[in-house]
Nanobody, 124 residues
């Protein structure tokens, strides 16, 4: 099993920045690809960004490309999401997810492990 714990969420004004962290424990060799999803009230859980184990491949949703950066530190079993130029529409619960394959999937159902989520609220 893999346990994922997110941190770093909070309230920020539009235009501000936040950095989310997701620490993995347990069978961390199963965290081949790590992703950040977000879910706003009444909406589906969508992939925001993802990164393979080596960091050689990344994915960004069009709405965040150029503003968000995903990175990982395998020695610390931690993945980060740096969020800059935040907008009100970025408000959501952000979830960290992992799957053991070195392939980036965009569907939430293909991720095996999930964190509990962290709230990000951007005030306009």
């Amino acid at each position: 099993q893999v346990q994922l714990v997110e941190s770093g969420g909070g309230l920020v004004q539009a235009g501000g920045s936040l950095r989310l962290s997701c620490a993995a424990s347990g069978r961390t060799f199963s965290t081949g690809t790590m992703g950040w999803f977000r879910q706003a009230p009444g909406k589906e859980r969508d992939l925001v960004a993802a990164i393979t184990r080596s960091g050689g491949n990344t994915y960004y949703a069009g709405s965040v490309r150029g503003r968000f950066t995903i990175s990982r530190d395998n020695a610390k079993s931690t993945v980060y999401l740096q969020m800059n130029s935040l907008k009100a529409e970025d408000t959501a619960v952000y979830y960290c997810a992992a799957n053991p394959r070195s392939v980036i999937f965009t569907y939430a159902s293909l991720y095996d492990y999930w964190g509990q989520g962290t709230q990000v609220t951007v005030s306009s």
